[in-house]
């Protein structure tokens, strides 16, 4: 009962699911192979015959599309090996893999373990890989969440319940806060709420703290956009602060008295912090009906969208640019068959826990796409969180696709008792 037969796992997985996976993956190679040899670069073979064999193998893994292709094949050996174990027995290791993911959490903010980046503290450095705990502690969260919700509708119920579930959510939530990574604390609470309601927590005290947590939130809003600053206003890291007012096309008023001079340096230093925003949203804007072609987007070649996001956080720019409105529709397509057929495994799982894992999954997805989509049509705010299978990066890479292995694995199931 532990390991699937491998001729039932060829016979059952999702092949929807698989193809739509399949074809994330080909646009993620395409796109980040665009996005980081543009504007004159040399593709990848390019200068090979110049270099001698161990040169070359050191600037063949220099290239961004190698190692997403080496991430993409460890991402697919780990989802190979979820599915041929039953999902219950990774559920009997659950609390071990949270404990061991607030661990990492814990060590990367200490100085000298983690290594910072762009201002904030997620990375711990393994030499080959930059391991990002938090990437990995939101499948430790649905697993164990899971886990703790596979109890009878009568005991999820009582008082304490809720209580606990949200602790279990929120301690890697400010952990995660600390580093600080705004976007990946934030996804972790509704995949949290989504996996409470379904499972049948008190709903209604679910909804009353949803309600609560929407009011806190909007007043922070307010805070953080409008407060006096240096008085009342909360302290947050400036990129943040500049994050939300770019979004909400809020500028900061001149001090009193300000100079001309002063009035200007204000004025170029909101155009430097909105500039990634306005270029992403010009790429998108600028691909028409089929877009530019590949690797003749101007914005990436030209250098408009910079060089150190195209290839992540702003991928879906690059795809939008080059393949324009048709593009974009099939990628956003992907995923919604993704998603569907996760919806459809949650729906025919076999048990509570099943069902859980499922919802988990689906929600967390569904909340990347749409901040990451949204963010660069400038509907959501810049939150640095990855597209799934399509942004550069290793640990998101082989999360989303161990997450991916989950769903089959208990579509494999859906049928065994």
């Not at 606990?164 to 972790?188: H, N, Q, R, T, Y």
């Not at 101007?298 to 080059?322: C, K, M, W």
């Not at 995923?335 to 495994?345: A, K, S």
């Amino acid at each position: 009962m532990a390991w699937n037969k491998p001729t039932s796992f060829w016979m059952n997985f999702d092949r929807a699911q698989l193809a739509c996976i399949a074809g994330l993956m080909g646009v993620g190679i395409a796109f980040i192979y665009s996005a980081t040899t543009g504007g004159g670069a040399p593709g990848i073979w390019a200068n090979y015959r110049e270099l001698r064999l161990g040169e070359f193998f050191s600037w063949l893994t220099g290239q961004y599309v190698f190692r997403q292709a080496l991430w993409y094949g460890v991402g697919l050996g780990a989802a190979a090996v979820v599915c041929l174990v039953d999902y219950r027995i990774f559920s009997r290791w659950a609390p071990l893999f949270y404990w061991a993911s607030i661990l990492t959490l814990l060590l990367v903010l200490i100085p000298g373990i983690g290594s910072v980046r762009y201002g904030a503290r997620r990375w711990i450095d393994l030499g080959i890989f930059q391991f990002q705990p938090s990437e990995f502690a939101k499948l430790a969260v649905i697993l164990s969440l899971a886990h703790f919700l596979s109890r009878t509708e009568e005991e999820l119920r009582r008082p304490w319940m809720l209580t606990k579930a949200l602790a279990m959510v929120l301690l890697p939530f400010v952990l995660i806060m600390k580093e600080p990574d705004l976007g990946s604390a934030l996804v972790l609470l509704p995949t949290g709420m989504g996996m409470m309601w379904m499972a049948g927590v008190n709903r209604r005290k679910l909804l009353t703290l949803v309600g609560v947590v929407g009011v806190v939130g909007g007043l922070l809003l307010a805070d953080i956009l409008f407060a006096p600053p240096h008085k009342f206003q909360i302290k947050l890291h400036s990129y943040q602060r500049d994050r939300l007012l770019v979004h909400f096309g809020i500028t900061d008023p001149p001090p009193a008295g300000a100079s001309r001079a002063e009035i200007r340096r204000l004025r170029e230093r909101q155009m430097d912090v909105s500039h990634n925003v306005r270029q992403a949203l010009i790429s998108v804007g600028s691909g028409g009906l089929t877009g530019k072609g590949w690797r003749q987007g101007t914005q990436n070649n030209l250098g408009y969208l910079p060089r150190a996001v195209a290839h992540n956080d702003f991928i879906f720019s690059v795809i939008a640019e080059e393949s324009g409105f048709v593009g974009g529709v099939i990628v956003i397509t992907l995923f919604g068959v993704v998603l569907f057929t996760g919806i459809r495994t949650a729906a025919e799982a076999r048990d509570r826990l099943g069902q859980s894992l499922a919802v988990g999954v689906v929600v967390l997805l569904f909340s990347h796409v749409f901040i990451n989509i949204g963010m660069n049509i400038r509907i959501m705010p810049v939150t640095g969180v990855p597209l799934p299978l399509l942004s550069y990066g290793g640990s998101s890479v082989i999360t989303s696709l161990v997450a991916m292995g989950l769903l089959q694995n208990i579509y494999i199931h859906r049928k065994t008792y």
